[in-house]
């Protein structure tokens, strides 16, 4: 394909997020697997969306559930063939939806055959590939002190060579070492490949940690994280997604967003800006922290002022208008993924207002300037799975938090049982589900992660017929999306409220304007509406107390949203 300049089709895209495993069982073997995605597709098409984002099905080891991949061009046997997979594409592309990619290269599995090779020796080719180090004290003691995201040293000792490795994740995912021109070669060959096999997009894992700091010297200590002032967002990381930009991504009709981590919107915008030339669009973390001190494991109660604080932040700050240098930015619209606790059980209630709450959360989020991301299982108002015993569990990241805080931090089973039962990302994992049958329709077998126990209640065949349910709501949601154009390219502005549990804004593009309402808590509250706008000015839209027309005056009810078309 020639490099050409494409239209921002990913502006009005709406974007579901399938986390492979957890989805569709098609061969009765506990795992959702390429056909299982194939016979759901249909479902896809009725919601309203047009994108997927796949997470990772290459081959792994698992250690990380995907993201520790050992062949990058290959699909995992459990999930299908490469075949399957072409037949997958070429079904969503029938049915007019995009495939988006999960690009994990900040990392390899430490079985891949680079890895394999590159601790072979210490003069193989290959030994450069990844960041290897002497330790200190004569070898005794790690090369810095920087830790690893899922807790422990970022370092582990490899007495063949007698020398470390850099591990930001689990020993089992090496870091590549993105400073040598092979490594980003070898990547750009991975992005043509499946861009020639059609693919849409990236979905870039970690992107902004690629790059570490000459020397890696140590990190300042802090609780979890040591030495991330040393690799977050390091000034050559910039110089590298233009070269892949350059290279190979702006010879495609595909786009890239970036999972960034700990990036304010500032350095946001140095990534998505469009005089940047470097990503589409990035999923921050800072709405993700409202309910946590410094750290996703010492949590807090959620205040919903805080999230409408950043929400606003970063919907004001990415338009460009401080930083014009930079351009205008684009934002990624998400409240959970594979990764985060289900958003009823966080931001909502998940009890008596479950689906008012669903609703109501889905309503504030979905009309902001950005392309939305939904989750598998959001639509339907899945939420945290509540189990009980830790063996219930089945991520790697749970189950390291688990030991170091009986261990190091003495907490009791109980108090980490807790925290676990509130942030685990296994509460995201637990199988799709499409029906009350035994393991909810995903499989005719004993799943990999158990079902949670609400399936009766909460699946996707009930709300299907259903015009009240959550599904219903999200498909009305992408339908007035597409109906108005001021939902995509409008500007944004909050309407401030006394109340901290009110949020109310509008989107506006020369005469048309939309004003979303939504309120956060079980209590009834008067909105605050400007005087001069009266009853008539206001067209109900669409709200998650039924269809009557409201008069935006009135207070609203417990985890009321309500859309109203200003004239
Ligand atoms: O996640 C990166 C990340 O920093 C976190 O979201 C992290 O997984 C965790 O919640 C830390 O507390 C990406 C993937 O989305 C995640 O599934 C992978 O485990 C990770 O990278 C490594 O590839
Ligand atoms: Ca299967």
Redesign the pocket.
Known sequence: MNAMKYEKWYKEAVVYQIYPRSFQDSNQDGIGDIQGIIQRLDYLVKLGINVVWLSPVYKSPND?NG?DISDYTDILSEFGTLEDWKQMLGEMHKRGIKLVMDL?ANHTSDEHPWFVESKSSLDNPKRDYYIWRKGKNNGRKPPNNWTS?FTGKAWEYDPHTNEYYLHL?SKK?PDLNWENPKVRNETKEILRYWLDLGVDGFRC??INIFSKKEGLPNGKWKIALTGSEHYLNEPKIHEYLRELKRDVLSKYDCFTVG?T?FVTTMEALEYVGEKREELDMVFHFEHMAVDTINN?WFITKFKPKKLVKVLSKWQEDLNGRKHPEFGEGWNALYFEN??QPRSVSRFGCDGVYWQTSAKMLATALYFQKGTPYIYQGQEIGMTNAHFVRLEQYKDI?THNIYKIGRSMLHFTHKRMMKKIKYMS?DNARTPMQWTNEKYAGFSKTSPWIEVNPNKNVINASLQQTDPDSILSYYKQIIALRKKHRVLIHGEYREWRQPSPNLYIYERKEDAECIVVMTNFSRKSILPRIPNVLARENFEYLMGNYGMQPLSPHQQMRPYEARVYLLK
């Open positions: 990380d993201y994990v995201f994740f995912q894992d970690v999972e981590v996703k594979h990764d990241e990302r």
